[in-house]
């Protein structure tokens, strides 16, 4: 995936109201910016640090310009807009890069599944069967640590999608947890048992449900991402 028109660069000044971020371009421009992030962030917003970012010219928008990319305290690249971790799955997915899903003869975006109202990110058909894909995008790193983790922040959203793949799962049918790492130099993923202690059971029982748990990991520049190499899921 290429940016397409091109990244610049700037600093961010402050993230607030969920999806405005204010920062300062390479000229020196201050600009009301949108952050199509709905997490908390951390580890992707140090004020002073710099951020690239596209502006847009459709006329239509609010907003001049969206957040792509930040540097983290601890030098890596991540990329902020969420949105970006679906594209890039099926991006991979029709590459056939992501070797445990491939052979799939259709795919569909947004299937509604399970009793709780939730909507699966992908549903890959194949010859015999289907397989329903949910995808999480995960930028918080640590220092001294090629491990990743997720999530930032509690999500109860999340929760209820690993439950409805265990459900699945027990009941015979492919399910697949996809950790979409959109953050350089990780190795390895795990549950943020720390910042949401709800999800790392979620995921520990979604687990022993037969669901399965994959991670990706995303080789990002200012010029374009792929999601690139399996990396290791750690329990918690």
């Keep these: 995936m290429h940016f397409v028109p091109a990244l610049e660069e700037g600093r961010l000044i402050r993230r607030y109201k969920r999806f405005l971020a204010d920062i300062v371009t390479a000229q020196g421009e201050t600009l009301c910016i949108h952050c199509p992030n709905t997490g908390s962030m951390r580890n992707c917003m140090q004020e002073g640090g710099r951020i690239w970012f596209q502006r847009s010219s459709d006329p239509r928008r609010k907003l001049p310009a969206t957040w792509e990319l930040a540097e983290t305290p601890q030098g890596r690249i991540a990329c902020v807009n969420t949105a ?8 991979a997915l029709r590459a056939g890069r992501i070797e445990e899903l491939s052979g799939f003869s259709g795919l569909r975006r947004e299937v509604a599944y399970g009793v709780e109202g939730s909507r699966v990110d992908f549903r890959l058909d194949y010859p015999v069967g289907s397989a329903f894909v949910e995808v999480k995008s995960v930028t918080l790193g640590f220092a001294g640590t090629s491990v990743a983790a997720f999530p930032d922040a509690v999500t109860q959203r999340g929760s209820r999608h690993l439950r409805e793949l265990a459900a699945l799962a027990r009941d015979g049918i492919r399910a697949v947890q996809l950790y979409c790492v959109n953050l350089s130099g990780i190795d390895a993923v795990r549950p943020a048992g720390e910042i949401d202690p ?8 979604a687990r022993a449900a037969g669901v399965e748990v994959l991670a990706y990991a995303a080789q990002l520049s200012v010029d374009g991402i792929c999601l690139q190499r399996r990396i290791e899921v750690l329990p918690d």
Excluded at 84 to 91: D, G, I, K, P
């Design 198 to 205: 709800s999800y790392a059971a979620a995921l520990r029982h």
């Design 84 to 91: 970006r971790a679906n594209r890039l799955v099926e991006e």
